[in-house]
């Protein structure tokens, strides 16, 4: 099997590569390796929230939304993704689902309404 510069690598290395192209504004080339990371450790949170981040700035929002679901299912009290996801679907056009998360999140980083 013939592998790319994306997939070489332990895991770790290909986790500091995905970094460094994030940084480097380079979302596209991050998803590349962020996407094969997350389909050999799908049970880590960091990566799949990096790779929807990827998704999200390169904008590929149906896929970072896919991303952040998942994240949202295994761990409902996830404040970033829940904010992620709320911007997600602002960018999509689809207000009123995007703020019971955006709400959500606000809750979880304890921004609650002065009154």
Do not use: C, N
Request: hydrophobic share 40%.
């Amino acid at each position: 099997m013939e592998t790319t510069y994306y997939d070489q690598g332990t895991p770790a290395e290909r986790w500091e590569r995905a970094q460094s192209f994030f940084d480097a504004k380079d979302f596209a080339g991050a998803a590349r390796v962020l996407a094969g990371l997350v389909e050999e450790v799908p049970e880590q949170t960091g990566p799949r929230l990096l790779l929807a981040r990827a998704y999200y700035h390169s904008a590929q929002l149906r896929r970072a939304e896919a991303e952040l679901r998942v994240i949202v299912e295994r761990d409902p009290v996830e404040g970033y993704a829940r904010l992620m996801l709320g911007r997600t679907l602002q960018r999509q056009a689809r207000h009123e689902e995007a703020e019971r998360h955006l709400r959500l999140a606000a809750a979880l980083a304890g921004d609650f309404p002065q009154e």
